[in-house]
Nanobody, 118 residues
Framework: QVQLVESGGGLVQPGGSLRLSCLAS????????MGWFRQAPGKEREFVAA????????NYADSVKGRFTISRDNAKNTVYLQMNSLKPEDTAVYSC???????????WGPGTQVTVSS
């Protein structure tokens, strides 16, 4: 069993930045690849970014490429999502999740709200 807790969300103006964190406990964190997803009101959950267990492999949704950066610190059992140049359409609940194959995600955090508005 793995427990995930996100933090770092909030209200930010367009063009601003936020860094989300996802703290994992209950299992060997470094054995999992990790992903970030988001879900806006009335929309389906969508993939944002993923990082391999080592941190060397990363992939992003086209909508966030060049603006968001995913990283991890296995010593701290934490994965991060640095979000720059935020847009109103980035407003959503952001959740982290574990994966072994980048296709299915097993454990999920409750999410943290990000609101981009002036």
């Amino acid at each position: 069993q793995v427990q995930l807790v996100e933090s770092g969300g909030g209200l930010v103006q367009p063009g601003g930045s936020l860094r989300l964190s996802c703290l994992a406990s209950g299992h060997t964190f470094s054995s999992f690849a990790m992903g970030w997803f988001r879900q806006a009101p009335g929309k389906e959950r969508e993939f944002v970014a993923a990082v391999s267990w080592s941190g060397n492999r990363r992939n992003y949704a086209d909508s966030v490429k060049g603006r968001f950066t995913i990283s991890r610190d296995n010593a701290k059992n934490t994965v991060y999502l640095q979000m720059n140049s935020l847009k109103p359409e980035d407003t959503a609940v952001y959740s982290c999740a574990t994966t072994r194959d980048y296709a299915t995600y097993q454990y999920w955090g409750p999410g943290t709200q990000v609101t981009v508005s002036s």
